[in-house]
């Protein structure tokens, strides 16, 4: 792996927002993919951080910062991952659910389905079930994407798919759901439409369901 990658894993870990910009601007001169820079530095770097606040040795001040900086490097890869200017083919309601503030994964799988030439309208975390109705209506959605990280917040998704069932867009938008607790096993349990355990299987789920 080359170098730059496992700095900017150790920067991410630091939580230095402004000094990840630089260094990924520094890869990609180098000529490294934005997947790679993705993948092997940013993410690598959140495993670390993440396995750290499991076993309390990392507390969330420090994750908050890494989170920080991860967005900050999201935000430097977003032109190459992404693709402008094509006609839209299919609207995605995104959001993660009431409860819930983790937006990192949300914010990938955006990004993944904006590079798809999906038109993505993103509802922040926290959001209320009947949020995510309102806004599908108004933007003629044909997903509703629902992320959560945390076992308490998943069950929200249930209650958009009751929602959902209940209501006239029953049959005209299908259901995605995911993150880190959430399964095939539960996507089956509480009905929704598809689940998928990472932001690039996302947009290509989402990319069919739209077809
Ligand atoms: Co929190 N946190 N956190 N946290 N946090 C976890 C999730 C946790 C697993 C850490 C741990 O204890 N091991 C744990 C949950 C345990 C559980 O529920 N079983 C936890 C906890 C407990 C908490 C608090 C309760 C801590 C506290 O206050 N005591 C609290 C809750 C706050 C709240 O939400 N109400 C909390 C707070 C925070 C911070 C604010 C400090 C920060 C979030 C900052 C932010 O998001 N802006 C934070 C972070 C960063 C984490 C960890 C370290 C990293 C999460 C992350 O961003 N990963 C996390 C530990 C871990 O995951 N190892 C942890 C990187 C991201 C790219 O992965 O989001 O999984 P992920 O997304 C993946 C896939 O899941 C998928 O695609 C992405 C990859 O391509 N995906 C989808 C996601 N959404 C999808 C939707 C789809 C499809 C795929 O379709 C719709």
Known sequence: MPEILQEISKLLQQGRAPAIKEKIGQ?????????????????????????????????????????????????????????????????????????????IGKNL?????????????????????????????????????CSALLTTTMKEMQTVVELVKGSPLYGKVKIMVGGAPVSQAFCDTIGADCYTPDAATAAEAALALCG
């Not at 969330?60 to 992404?82: C, D, H």
């Not at 509802?123 to 509703?144: M, R, T």
């Open 109 to 145: 799988v955006r990004m993944m389905r904006d590079g798809k030439g999906l038109k993505v309208i993103d509802l922040g975390v926290d959001v209320p079930a009947a949020k995510y109705l309102e806004a599908a209506e108004q933007n003629h959605a044909d997903i509703i994407a």
């Open 27 to 103: 890869a990609i001169q180098e000529g490294i993919s934005a997947e790679q820079i993705l993948n092997e530095g940013l993410l690598a770097g959140m495993d670390v951080i993440g396995e750290r606040f499991k076993a309390n040795k990392a507390f969330i001040p420090e994750v908050m910062l890494a989170a920080r900086a991860m967005n900050m490097g999201l935000s430097v890869l977003k032109p190459l991952l992404t693709q402008s200017g094509m006609e839209a083919k299919g609207v995605v309601v995104i959001g993660t659910v009431k409860g819930d503030q983790h937006d």
